[in-house]
């Protein structure tokens, strides 16, 4: 049973009744283009085929919303306009808050929650979490929310609800449908174009087993470093950054400019080696982004850097990153459409904890 089904399923366990409907939104892998969202840069994300669905319907307490779900023993209950709600039920709350604060009124709700996109492994459950929640609402509500605005309002949540400075690159992958498409977008216009994936491409998304969590972890000192060399050399943000202006940095701050430097060049030059076909140049420029997020960004692990160097060894395989934010969570692998079920093999016996999670 896929993700929707069984929260139709836990809905009726639970409530003893139909659900109104089922909201659905997936998690994402990102091509390359890592740690460039939040400071306007570029980013070329794919959507999974795996779902958040939320099974819900209209709660006869008109001001507050309850929500079970089957992975997590507890449940969820809170005020519309409650304040501090925290877990799992912080994003859902989060949503409701970004809402009604952009003026939207909203009805209370019961809720199920089902989900196939593994949580804590960089594909961003917690995006699929809000995206669902927000189009549940969109529908049962009728709310004029595109899905550009509406990946908008779940990135706020995140930010000032959650609590985590994340850029919008997982919100605007989960919301905007594009699923077996990459979408190269823009982070500071928001423009953003759907390329298709060549027929005989195949990416396939490993978890290091090393499970990772945003809150709290170095991402947030990142997001700050990038500001700093923002500051210091009077830019709106370090997407403006001009080579020559590296010269002006030393230390952490010279690497992380490097790094975004490098990566928003490698995400448009591997639009255009999509939009060729040139699987030699795409991979290639997989593995320097994930050289630059080891070296200069510092955000990888031992273990993905173990998993991309066993994946760059098979033959067959184009090219190997970390995917997502880092410091644990998967890496992207492209290969040749047909060599997937050889490559799980060879990877899952050379680093035991790797599980073939997805494929696009
Ligand atoms: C996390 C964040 C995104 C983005 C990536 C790194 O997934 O939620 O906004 O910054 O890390 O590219």
Known sequence: MNAKQRAQELFERHYGALPEGVAAAPGRVNLIGDHTDYVGGFVFPAALRLNTAIAYRRSAESNRVCAVSEALADKVDFGLR????????????????ALLEAGFELSGLELAVASDVPTASGLSSSAALEVAMARAWRTVDELELDDVNLAKLCQRAENAYVG????????????????????ILDCRSLDYQVIAIPADWT????????????????????????????????????????????????????????????????????ASAMKAADIVAFGRLMSASHASLRDNYEVSSPTLD???????????????????AGFGGSTVQLLKRGSEDAFGAYLEERVPSARLVARI
């Open 82 to 97: 409650q304040e501090g709600v925290s877990g799992w039920g912080g994003y859902l709350a989060g949503i409701a808050w």
């Open 164 to 183: 985590v400075p994340s850029g919008i690159l997982d919100q605007f992958a989960s919301s905007v449908p594009a699923v077996g498409q990459a979408i």
């Open 203 to 270: 990416f396939v998304i490993v978890d290091s087993g090393a499970s990772r969590q945003l809150a709290g972890s170095a991402y947030e000192q990142r997001v700050k470093e990038c500001a700093e060399v923002a500051r210091q050399l009077h830019l709106r943000a370090l997407r403006d950054l001009q080579a020559e202006q590296l010269l002006k940095l030393d230390g952490d701050l010279l690497k992380r400019a490097r790094h975004v430097y490098g990566e928003n060049q490698r995400v448009l030059e591997a």
């Open 306 to 324: 173990r998993l991309v160097e066993a994946a760059l060894a098979f033959e067959g395989c184009y090219g190997a990153r970390l995917t997502g």
